[in-house]
Nanobody
Framework: QVQLVESGGGLVQPGGSLRLSCAVS?????MGWYRQAPGKERELVAG???????NYADSVKGRFTISRDNAKNTVYLQMNSLKPEDTAVYYC?????????????????WGQGTQVTVSS
C-alpha cells in the first residue's frame, strides 16, 4: 500500500516562499503536485516522470521548482515569488506505473492535501 504524507503548507505574503514536502512509502516511479482552488478544477502544478523529466504549469514556470530525493522517497515543491492566485489546496500525487514519456501522467495515489494561502 502506498501512502503519501504532505507537509509545508501555510500562510505567506505575496512575494514570499514556501516549500512543500511529500514523503512516500512504497515503491513509486512518478511524483507530482496538483492544486485545487475554490470553484476550480484540480490542475497539475509540476510533475516528475519516471525518466526524470519535469513538467510545469505555465502559470508557475520560473517560480516553482519540483525535485525528488530518491534516498528519502520524497518529492519537494519549492515555491518562490508566490502570488494570491497560487492560493489553493496542494495535493501530492504518485504513480507506480513505469512509462516512457516526457509528459507527466497522474498516478493513482494522492496525499490528503495541504492548504497554501497567499495573502497580505
Amino acid at each position: 500500500q502506498v501512502q503519501l504524507v504532505e507537509s509545508g503548507g501555510g500562510l505567506v505574503q505575496p512575494g514570499g516562499s514556501l516549500r512543500l514536502s511529500c514523503a512516500v512509502s512504497g515503491s513509486i516511479f512518478s511524483m507530482g503536485w496538483y492544486r485545487q482552488a475554490p470553484g476550480k478544477e484540480r490542475e497539475l502544478v509540476a510533475g516528475i516522470t519516471p525518466s526524470g523529466d519535469t513538467n510545469y504549469a505555465d502559470s508557475v514556470k520560473g517560480r516553482f521548482t519540483i525535485s525528488r530525493d530518491n534516498a528519502k522517497n520524497t518529492v519537494y515543491l519549492q515555491m518562490n515569488s508566490l502570488k494570491p492566485e497560487d492560493t489553493a489546496v496542494y495535493y501530492c500525487n504518485a504513480g507506480r506505473l513505469y512509462y516512457r514519456s516526457t509528459y507527466y501522467r497522474p498516478g493513482n495515489y494522492w496525499g490528503q492535501g495541504t492548504q497554501v494561502t497567499v495573502s497580505s
